[in-house]
């Protein structure tokens, strides 16, 4: 995983308020091998590695954003973020007259994406940031949170041994301090910065009812489905969860073989790979297609009932129910077969990755949080398996050779495209499942 380090060295500059000419630095922001915040200063002509500015606004958004940036992740493929979402993942909106790098941070809910674009050369600024990132940096969780912290934390020693002291940053600071050692307060604001709102938006009602979902269907489940259904959903937040619960489904009692072997490290598509491979052997089909009985079979339904299932309508989320003796009631979303085949062998995915969290809800999404990567990684794997597909191409990658695969295997094209990118056979711009290698939406509109 990558490191993440903000480098200042102080200075007192200007006339502003003390908190922020006392925290002028020239300030930067290594992520890896890169600096974000070289530059080149048009006024000067030079190239500098490190930007005046004020530390203050900066540590006051990181601050403001910190239940936000570490647990709200980027909205679903193809959906824009609304102006809400980017003013609390985009380092541009500490603002207060600075010009800062176009850096986006999301997290998957183990590790925090970063993307980051340098500047144009049209933009008409004094600062023209130099480096971007080729591909996002995947940074842990805890490491980021370090970094921020260190940060946090220097701005307000500075102050105080400046003698400004009790300022909005360090009061703010040590509130966010107090929540995270509190079961109860850490918990409220994840699920409220999950739903989309700022600390304390989130109306009393709505969180009651979030947590009594929390309660019912698991934390981790509400994780992967709050951020769609709530603040930004089309109708009342969180009443659609209950929608999809009451509606038909399939009734059936899993039978997915748990490897007995510790679970592997790794990124989510990593364990899921292996998990595949895994499940396949105890399978005793590690080298075959994986018919629609089977994959049937493998969550206890059957697959001519699975065949002729239809949705009631059009959902953002497949999930599926625990019932008594071992069932679960199983609502998938999609209608197309190859559709369906990835969708089952998601669930399968979700079911080995949860199967010893009881009474957990499985929940697949078009989001990116690692559960998601997991399970369409576990899915392209178990139902196509890489080494089975660089046979049957036999280093023939054209177009046609690829849609041949996919009829074979019964998968999608974008499954094909995606395996053989993600495992290095095939060159593109972004990669679809496992990371998403582009920026997600166009910064600085």
Not at 119 to 125: F, H, M
Not at 136 to 143: E, F, G, H, K, N
Not at 386 to 411: G, H, K, P, T, W
């Given at each position: 995983?990558?490191?993440?380090?903000?480098?200042?060295?102080?200075?007192?500059?200007?006339?502003?308020?003390?908190?922020?000419?006392?925290?002028?630095?020239?300030?930067?922001?290594?992520?890896?091998?890169?600096?974000?915040?070289?530059?080149?200063?048009?006024?000067?002509?030079?190239?500098?590695?490190?930007?005046?500015?004020?530390?203050?606004?900066?540590?006051?958004?990181?601050?403001?954003?910190?239940?936000?940036?570490?647990?709200?992740?980027?909205?679903?493929?193809?959906?824009?973020?609304?102006?809400?979402?980017?003013?609390?993942?985009?380092?541009?909106?500490?603002?207060?007259?600075?010009?800062?790098?176009?850096?986006?941070?999301?997290?998957?809910?183990?590790?925090?994406?970063?993307?980051?674009?340098?500047?144009?050369?049209?933009?008409?600024?004094?600062?023209?940031?130099?480096?971007?990132?080729?591909?996002?940096?995947?940074?842990?969780?805890?490491?980021?949170?370090?970094?921020?912290?260190?940060?946090?934390?220097?701005?307000?020693?500075?102050?105080?041994?400046?003698?400004?002291?009790?300022?909005?940053?360090?009061?703010?600071?040590?509130?966010?301090?107090?929540?995270?050692?509190?079961?109860?307060?850490?918990?409220?604001?994840?699920?409220?910065?999950?739903?989309?709102?700022?600390?304390?938006?989130?109306?009393?009602?709505?969180?009651?009812?979030?947590?009594?979902?929390?309660?019912?269907?698991?934390?981790?489940?509400?994780?992967?489905?709050?951020?769609?259904?709530?603040?930004?959903?089309?109708?009342?937040?969180?009443?659609?969860?209950?929608?999809?619960?009451?509606?038909?489904?399939?009734?059936?009692?899993?039978?997915?073989?748990?490897?007995?072997?510790?679970?592997?490290?790794?990124?989510?598509?990593?364990?899921?790979?292996?998990?595949?491979?895994?499940?396949?052997?105890?399978?005793?089909?590690?080298?075959?297609?994986?018919?629609?009985?089977?994959?049937?079979?493998?969550?206890?339904?059957?697959?001519?009932?699975?065949?002729?299932?239809?949705?009631v309508k059009r959902s953002d989320a497949a999930i599926a129910v625990p019932g008594p003796r071992n069932q679960y009631k199983f609502i998938p979303r999609k209608k197309h077969p190859i559709a369906k085949r990835f969708e089952l062998a998601r669930l399968i995915g979700?079911?080995?990755?949860?199967?010893?969290?009881?009474?957990?809800?499985?929940?697949?999404?078009?989001?990116?949080?690692?559960?998601?990567?997991?399970?369409?990684?576990?899915?392209?794997?178990?139902?196509?398996?890489?080494?089975?597909?660089?046979?049957?191409?036999?280093?023939?990658?054209?177009?046609?050779?690829?849609?041949?695969?996919?009829?074979?295997?019964?998968?999608?094209?974008?499954?094909?495209?995606?395996?053989?990118?993600?495992?290095?056979?095939?060159?593109?711009?972004?990669?679809?499942?496992?990371?998403?290698?582009?920026?997600?939406?166009?910064?600085?509109?």
């Amino acid at each position: 995983m990558t490191k993440f380090k903000f480098i200042y060295d102080w200075l007192v500059a200007g006339n502003d308020a003390p908190e922020y000419h006392q925290t002028m630095a020239m300030l930067a922001l290594h992520v890896g091998d890169v600096n974000l915040m070289k530059n080149q200063d048009i006024w000067s002509r030079t190239i500098r590695e490190s930007v005046l500015v004020s530390a203050y606004p900066l540590a006051m958004w990181l601050t403001s954003s910190w239940w936000r940036l570490n647990w709200e992740p980027l909205p679903a493929h193809g959906v824009r973020p609304s102006v809400d979402w980017r003013m609390a993942h985009e380092l541009g909106a500490a603002n207060h007259g600075f010009v800062w790098p176009q850096i986006i941070f999301a997290s998957d809910c183990e590790a925090m994406q970063v993307w980051a674009v340098a500047s144009s050369a049209n933009d008409n600024q004094s600062v023209r940031y130099l480096n971007g990132l080729d591909i996002p940096a995947s940074i842990t969780l805890p490491d980021f949170q370090r970094g921020v912290e260190d940060f946090i934390t220097a701005v307000i020693h500075r102050l105080t041994a400046l003698g400004c002291q009790n300022t909005e940053l360090s009061n703010l600071w040590q509130l966010i301090q107090e929540e995270r050692v509190d079961q109860e307060s850490a918990k409220h604001g994840r699920v409220e910065a999950e739903m989309g709102y700022d600390p304390d938006e989130c109306p009393e009602e709505l969180m009651e009812k979030a947590l009594a979902l929390d309660q019912k269907m698991g934390t981790a489940a509400l994780s992967e489905l709050a951020p769609i259904y709530g603040k930004s959903a089309s109708q009342t937040p969180l009443a659609a969860i209950e929608e999809i619960a009451d509606s038909p489904g399939l009734v059936g009692v899993p039978r997915v073989p748990h490897p007995s072997s510790d679970a592997p490290q790794g990124a989510p598509w990593q364990r899921a790979v292996a998990a595949a491979a895994a499940l396949r052997q105890m399978l005793g089909n590690p080298h075959e297609i994986i018919n629609n009985t089977r994959l049937s079979e493998l969550l206890g339904l059957n697959a001519l009932e699975v065949e002729q299932w239809s949705p009631v309508k059009r959902s953002d989320a497949a999930i599926a129910v625990p019932g008594p003796r071992n069932q679960y009631k199983f609502i998938p979303r999609k209608k197309h077969p190859i559709a369906k085949r990835f969708e089952l062998a998601r669930l399968i995915g979700d079911y080995l990755l949860t199967e010893r969290t009881n009474g957990q809800w499985l929940t697949s999404t078009d989001l990116s949080t690692s559960r998601q990567k997991f399970q369409r990684a576990f899915a392209a794997e178990f139902l196509c398996p890489v080494a089975m597909l660089r046979e049957f191409l036999q280093d023939d990658y054209s177009e046609s050779a690829i849609e041949d695969a996919a009829q074979y295997f019964q998968v999608s094209q974008r499954t094909v495209d995606s395996l053989l990118v993600n495992n290095g056979l095939l060159p593109s711009p972004f990669v679809v499942d496992y990371v998403e290698a582009r920026v997600p939406y166009q910064l600085g509109v």
